[in-house]
């Protein structure tokens, strides 16, 4: 079993930053690819980022390139994504995963998600 529990979702602007955090926990989750997902209202679940634990490889979705950015602290389990230049159109819900393949991941365990608002 995995375990993921995010954080870090809130309000900000058009044009802020914001920092979600995936604390990652159980005795297999070190063989999944680790990645970001979002749902905003009315959409269906969409992929956003993907990263190895070893953190040396990372896929993006092209509508997020060059304003986030996915990392992997491995000594404390933990997956980030730094989002910058946020725009309306950002506004979901995120949800971290743990999942299989490469490229957009096939998602085998979800996190509860976290909300991601922002303001034009």
């Known amino acids: 079993q995995v375990q993921l529990v995010e954080s870090g979702g809130g309000l900000v602007q058009a044009g802020g930053s914001l920092r979600l955090s995936c604390a990652a926990s159980?005795?297999?989750?070190?063989?999944?690819?680790m990645g970001w997902f979002r749902q905003a209202p009315g959409k269906e679940r969409e992929f956003v980022a993907a990263?190895?634990?070893?953190?040396?490889?990372?896929f993006y979705v092209d509508s997020v390139k060059g304003r986030f950015t996915i990392s992997i602290d491995n000594a404390k389990n933990t997956v980030y994504l730094q989002m910058n230049s946020l725009k309306p159109e950002d506004t979901a819900v995120y949800y971290c995963a743990a999942g299989t393949g490469w490229g957009q991941i096939t998602a085998q365990y979800w996190g509860q998600g976290t909300q991601v608002t922002v303001s034009s």
């Open positions: 159980g005795r297999t989750v070190r063989s999944y690819r």
């Open positions: 990263i190895r634990w070893t953190g040396s490889l990372t």
